[in-house]
């Protein structure tokens, strides 16, 4: 707290904690944002990891002859749209 004079002789504290409590409160919205945003982050990309590994056995499980056939088909198909 701090005193200060007011014309006509008055004293008048004032509370600088004010300004403090507002700053505290903001920056306890920013660490909570915070903290969320990396929690995001974090599962997105173990879900992402974890997709991608689904997709790699799936990938590997289809007949690799078939794989290249199908390929071969988007191959040919994107030539011809190209044409």
């Known amino acids: 707290m701090r005193l200060s004079a007011k014309p006509g002789g008055r004293v008048v504290l004032t509370a600088p904690e004010r300004c403090l409590t507002s700053h505290v409160l903001l920056g306890s919205f920013v660490a909570a944002f915070s903290v969320t945003f990396i ?45």
Request: aromatic share 20%.
């Open 39 to 83: 929690i995001y982050v974090v599962f997105f990309t173990y879900s992402f990891i974890a997709n991608m590994d689904l997709l790699t056995q799936v990938y590997f499980s289809i007949d690799p002859a078939e794989r290249n056939h199908f390929y071969q088909q988007k191959i040919s198909k994107g030539l011809t749209i190209l044409k």
